[in-house]
């Protein structure tokens, strides 16, 4: 079992930063791909960033790719969004999730087994 706690959320202004942090629990962390997705009201959960076991290979939506960078330490277990340039669309709750099996570049949030509590990010324009 694996535990996930998201922290660093916000406001912030259009054009603005935020760094999300994820902690995990649990002793293989350096073993699960990572992800990073986010919900709006109304809408579905959408991948937003991933990150491989290792940290060499990383995978971006479209709409953040340039923006967002995500990245691992293995040492303190725990998996970094780095959000610049953030826009009012950006808007949303934002989860981490786990998947154990440390498959490479998952989009599908089904895909994920554990997931985080979620930490709201508001950018205001």
């Known amino acids: 079992q694996v535990q996930l706690v998201e922290s660093g959320g916000g406001v912030v202004q259009a054009g603005g930063s935020l760094r999300l942090s994820c902690a995990a629990s649990?002793?293989?962390?350096?073993?699960?791909?990572m992800g990073w997705f986010r919900q709006a009201p109304g809408k579905e959960r959408e991948f937003v960033a991933a990150?491989?076991?290792?940290?060499?290979?990383?995978f971006y939506a479209d709409s953040v790719k340039g923006r967002f960078t995500i990245s691992r330490d293995n040492a303190k277990s725990t998996v970094y969004l780095q959000m610049n340039s953030l826009k009012p669309e950006d808007t949303a709750v934002y989860y981490c999730?786990?998947?154990?099996?440390?498959?490479?570049?998952?989009?599908?949030?089904?895909?994920?087994?554990?997931w985080g509590q979620g930490t709201q990010v508001t950018v205001s324009s």
């Open positions: 649990g002793r293989t962390f350096s073993s699960y791909a």
């Open positions: 999730a786990a998947d154990r099996f440390g498959r490479v570049g998952l989009r599908d949030p089904n895909e994920f087994e554990y």
């Open positions: 990150v491989t076991g290792s940290g060499r290979s990383t």
